[in-house]
């Protein structure tokens, strides 16, 4: 899958489940803990992976908590 293929798997998706308000945060978990999940794997460190974001690390030490991410 390329980054196009995962876009529009996620339109699909968000086209069919889309309903009521605060919808935005509902749904951010969908790409943000694959996203976390993988760079801690990746690079084994917040601080790293913070870097390559480009957030704060307290940020990212924020939505690993938000997100249940061990």
Do not use: C, W
Request: proline share 1%; no cysteine.
């Amino acid at each position: 899958m390329d980054a196009e293929d995962i876009q529009e798997v996620l339109r699909g998706y968000f086209l069919r489940h889309l309903e009521g308000k605060d919808e935005y945060k509902a749904y951010l978990g969908l790409y943000e803990k694959p996203l976390i999940e993988a760079g801690l794997e990746k690079f084994g460190s917040q601080l790293q992976l913070s870097q390559v974001l480009g957030i704060n690390r307290n940020t990212l030490r924020k939505k690993i908590h938000e997100q249940h991410i061990d």
